[in-house]
């Protein structure tokens, strides 16, 4: 990947061992430190350890970036230690109920905000400073419900919905102030929780997991589910100096599915 992100401080929220590991070391193996924030401390501790194996410095700090005070501290420990940051990579996530949104509780909608959209506002106000002195950029991890309105979808679709306009009124604010504000849109990533599921589906259809995999990766252009690496690339170019002059856009990372 060359040095894209090269010395820069990169702070990931929502660290998995998904697309948020692949987030943190496609940032390290182009040239960034990076600070993982999660709930869980054992995959902060594996994903840290992939991230020193490329030769770059990992700061895992147990967040809950719902909770005020724990986002705060994330954000001060984040400065506190590298003395910059530079990016910004949203990445949490709730999946709120999936159900129709004309029965829905409300109040369990209201909780998918609080991660999806609230964290990720919380987030860039506390380290707006830091990005701003560093002309940095923060990139938000969206979800191809954006852009279909399948039933059961709604409360999920609202929440993303309202994470796409919080980052393009971002970039309008804080454009002037040197920092650029993107969003990634992936649907399908082959990591673990997906294989996971396919491997469900396939015992409740009686069927090889490599046919659900088929069926799904039929309806998309390139026949094939995208890797978390290849949708963590994507992050990093947005978040890199070459894309300088790209600041609320919206990208597909999706094989083709979705044309827009």
Known sequence: MGELLHNKVVVVSGVGRGLGRALAVRSALAGADVVLAARTEQVLAEVAEEVEKTGRRALPVPTDI?????????????????????????????VPPMEDLVTVDVDAVRGGFETSVFAALRLTQL???????????????????????????GPYKMAKAALLAL????????????????????????????????????GERGVPARQIYDEVAADLDLRRLPEPEEVADAVVFLASGMAAAITGQCLDVNGGEYHR
């Not at 707006?128 to 309105?149: D, F, Q, T, Y």
């Not at 971002?170 to 399908?188: D, I």
């Open 167 to 202: 980052a393009q009124n971002l970039a309008t604010e804080l454009g002037p102030q040197g920092v650029r504000v993107n969003t990634v849109v992936p649907n399908y990533i082959w990591a673990e929780p997906l294989k996971a599921y396919f491997d469900y589906m396939a």
């Open 127 to 153: 380290l707006r400073p830091a990005l701003a002195s560093a002309g940095g950029s923060i990139v938000m991890v969206n979800a191809a419900v954006l852009r279909h309105s399948k039933r059961s979808f």
């Open 66 to 94: 719902t909770d005020a005070a724990s986002a705060e501290a994330l954000a001060q420990v984040a400065v506190g230690t590298f003395g910059h940051v530079d990016v910004l990579v949203h990445n949490a996530f709730a």
